[in-house]
């Protein structure tokens, strides 16, 4: 009897053993996965906006959650408070296990530079930032071709001929924008001013963002252009309490103020974010730049869904020829300060 009861144990141990792996077999399957290969793991590393920015750190959440459905990928998101959390919270994603990991931020360069070569087994990529290393993908945009879609759009509604841009740090990459937006607005009308541009040291300070909007509001601009992260929702609630136009961007942030955000220029964060990690479920990923410019649908304007019926048909139309024109290569978008004075000496010249 005792011998009976072993034996039967050990069938069922067997059965039980064998049935779990059934079950875990089974789990494994799915979008991006084969047989009893595991899904893997892709971390995150937010900047201090992090997510509900409404901007670039929720556009890269979207391209995760996205991976999450459709590759069955397995995510670790890190919150940064400040600029001092960035080398820790990427070193500790990495020590997690993911093969693969995002910083999303300009900032995050000297960082991940740091990091990055202490796990060469690895895959690392950053947003808006230029890393040469051999297990890093920068992930680069034409921030430029977009703003100048604004500028253009910008430059044909103002009734004031006054213009404005607030930015959240004044580094190059925020210059782009302000080059390429100023430059569309020059295109559309030689006499639009375009005020000095508020840069106030943030991407989440709202209060000052607003604070910045009202000057520029104060001083006759009826629209002002941000590209400043969390800070910019500040901006949209100066323009929505002035009765004036902002400009959005990163993500569609026309719906934060119905209205009052003329347009946003969109930089597809989510769509590069995922690319990547569809590359690395393939097995195709490859360090280097990838650069994501208005041909490549990249970057663009939102659908003007609330404002459509205040600009016209036939501003739109307009805006739709510019944009054809720079997909063509039929003109070169400034995208730094430098290039913005050569270009607007151009105008003048015609």
Not at 82 to 100: F, H, I, P
Not at 173 to 184: M, V
Request: charged share 25%; aromatic share 8%; net charge neutral.
């Amino acid at each position: 009897m005792r011998k009976a009861l072993t034996c039967l144990g050990v069938v069922a141990s067997l059965a039980w053993l064998l049935t779990g792996c059934g079950s875990s077999e089974q789990k494994a399957e799915g979008p991006g996965r084969s047989g009893n290969k595991p899904p893997i793991k892709v971390g995150i590393v937010f900047d201090s906006g992090g997510r509900g920015d409404k901007s670039f750190n929720d556009s890269a959440w979207a391209g995760i959650e996205r991976a999450v459905r459709e590759l069955g990928v397995q995510e670790q998101a890190v919150e940064s408070k400040s600029e001092k959390d960035y080398e820790a919270n990427l070193t500790a994603v990495a020590d997690r296990g993911c093969q693969l990991v995002f910083a999303i931020g300009i900032n995050m360069k000297t960082a991940l530079e740091k990091v990055a070569p202490n796990y060469p087994d690895t895959k690392f990529a950053i947003v808006d930032a230029s890393v040469d290393l051999p297990n890093v993908r920068s992930l680069l945009f034409k921030e430029e071709e977009g703003s100048f879609l604004a500028g253009y759009l910008a430059g044909l509604v103002t009734r004031t001929k006054k213009i404005g841009f607030v930015g959240g740090m004044e580094l190059d990459l925020i210059k782009k924008f302000f080059a390429g937006y100023a430059a569309g607005a020059r295109t559309a009308d030689p006499a639009v001013t375009i005020l000095p541009a508020k840069y106030i040291g943030s991407w989440d300070n709202v209060d000052l963002a607003k604070t910045a909007a009202a000057t520029l509001f104060g001083q006759g601009a009826d629209i002002v252009y941000h590209a400043a992260g969390r800070a910019g929702q500040g901006v949209i609630d100066a323009a929505k309490q002035r009765g004036k136009y902002a400009i959005g961007v990163d993500s569609d942030q026309d719906a934060l103020a119905p209205g009052f955000v003329l347009t946003s220029m969109i930089k597809r964060v989510d769509e590069a974010v995922f690319q990547t990690i569809s590359d690395a479920v393939a097995g195709n990923f490859t360090a280097g730049s990838k650069v994501y410019d208005l041909k490549a649908k990249g970057v663009g304007l939102s659908p003007f869904t609330y404002t459509k019926d205040k600009i016209g048909s036939a501003v739109l139309q307009k805006v739709s020829e510019m944009e054809k024109r720079i997909a063509e290569g039929a003109i070169k978008v400034p995208a730094s300060l430098d290039e913005l004075r050569a270009y607007e000496a151009g105008l003048t010249a015609r």
